[in-house]
């Protein structure tokens, strides 16, 4: 698929391209109350992923390896991530 997730409490809600450049913005929920480390897979190589606000003003840098990257999600929280392609 384009884009997955291997935490089957999380949504990948939002996948659209960013406001302001090519890349893809990522907005993901956790649903079942449960603090949980969600790694993503991309359908390409991945060269930088940012965390992001709602606004897509960048907060900081996620370490990515070949097409995936992985982060830590509290319960209940949105997490917005832009991902830029090799």
Do not use: W
């Not at 990522?26 to 991945?46: L, W």
């Not at 606004?55 to 929280?77: G, H, L, R, W």
């Amino acid at each position: 698929s384009f884009i997955s997730s291997d935490c089957g409490n999380v949504v990948i809600d939002t996948v659209k391209k960013a406001e302001d450049s090519d890349d893809i913005i990522v907005r993901i929920f956790e649903c079942h109350n449960k603090r949980s480390e969600v790694t993503v897979t991309y359908y390409k190589e991945i060269e930088d992923v940012t965390e992001c606000t709602l606004m897509e003003d960048e907060i900081s840098n996620v370490a990515a390896e070949s097409n995936q990257f992985t982060f830590t999600i509290k319960p209940y929280e949105i997490k917005t991530f832009k991902i830029k392609s090799k």
